[in-house]
């Protein structure tokens, strides 16, 4: 119980700092653009409630959710067949490379050709920019799949789906994992990105109007929130990959107490 608790004052230690140090530097402030915290802290609830949090919040979050999940699965996929097949790998590589070094905000008017400006084109922005550290992670996790794990298989007839499931995926679940927790951050980056071009919702859309009609504190809250919501979902992430990596940490800690 101390250890946890250590951990968690450690985790929170530097937020506190910071926020403090925000508190007292804006105490005084006189500048327009720069409100003082308590003033931003006073608005926040007037800003955010309930009903702005479900026509503005909660769709961010379906669009970030939907794109996020497409990129998971195609790149997870696409990742596996790359990873596992030199042939593959030498034919995709090139042009894997060049569309990787494209920024996804880039795209943003090329989709929205495509896609329209529905929430179509922002799932698909989300979705091409947290493809690649996924894509990428699990290409190497399958590539550094132990050999003689790989030649036990063989020897017992595990193949096919029974292959994939139990020694593939498996031993590439960390690397994938890693990948997935960068794309996440990536994700909430394009989904505010992809809010701010012709949408009429969203927490991108509701910061830029607040910019635009010169509601500065309104407009600091709204980047508040995001920050709180960006924390929310990273913890949130770390406990589901606690649990489903679960075993691995289990064996990281067994081979640290063995060294």
């Known amino acids: ?27 005084n402030s006189q ?48 990742g596996v067949l790359v990873g596992g097949s030199r042939r593959v790998r030498a034919v ?27 929430d179509t084109m922002k799932v698909v922005v989300i979705a091409a920019g947290c493809v690649w550290p996924i894509l990428l992670n699990t290409v190497e996790g399958v590539r550094a799949v132990d050999g003689v794990l790989a030649d036990t298989c063989r020897s017992y007839g595990i193949t096919g789906e029974a292959r994939l499931r139990h020694l593939v995926l498996r031993s590439a679940s960390p690397q994938i994992a890693a990948g997935m927790r960068q794309a996440l951050s990536i994700g909430i980056i394009l989904m505010v990105i992809s809010e701010m071009f012709a949408a009429s919702n969203g927490l991108g859309f509701t910061i830029v109007q607040f910019q635009r009609g010169f509601a500065i504190p309104d407009m600091w809250s ?21 649990w489903a990596l679960r075993w691995y940490h289990g064996q990281r800690r067994v081979q640290r107490g063995r060294s």
Do not use: C, H, K
């Open 31 to 78: 500048n327009f653009y720069v409100p003082p915290l308590r003033e931003i802290l006073s608005t926040f609830p007037e800003v955010w409630t309930g009903q702005r949090l479900r026509t503005d919040v909660l769709p961010s979050l379906i669009r970030l959710a939907a794109g996020y999940t497409v990129a998971v699965l195609a790149g997870v996929a696409l």
């Open 222 to 242: 709204g980047i508040l929130l995001l920050g709180l919501l960006g924390l929310a979902l990273s913890v949130l992430f770390r406990l589901v990959e606690s």
């Open 92 to 118: 995709l590589e090139p042009v894997l490379e060049f569309f990787r070094a494209i920024p996804p905000p880039v795209l943003v008017p090329v989709i929205m050709l495509f896609a329209g400006i529905g």
């Open 1 to 27: 119980m101390t250890r946890v608790l250590t951990r968690i004052g450690l985790a929170l230690l530097l937020p506190v700092v910071l926020f403090a140090v925000w508190w007292f530097a804006t105490a």
